[in-house]
């Protein structure tokens, strides 16, 4: 999953979570930005690559 409030997704206890630091209600980035939407959905895949086991946040980051 990806969010922008790591508080909230806690108590979910999803196995795989990216938390992206971005406006609330874009945890995508701004409309339009192809870019750096595909950044975040790529590096949210990635995630997949991971053994489910505890759960898993990561904090996207530019570079990611």
Do not use: N, S
Request: charged share 20%; proline share 12%; net charge negative.
């Amino acid at each position: 999953g990806v969010t922008g409030v790591q508080t909230c997704a806690l108590p979910i206890c999803p196995p795989r979570v990216m938390v992206v630091d971005r406006p609330l209600g874009f945890p995508l980035g701004a409309p339009h930005d192809i870019d750096l939407q595909k950044r975040i959905v790529m590096a949210a895949l990635e995630l997949l690559a991971h053994p489910v086991g505890e759960p898993l946040l990561v904090d996207f980051t530019e570079e990611a």
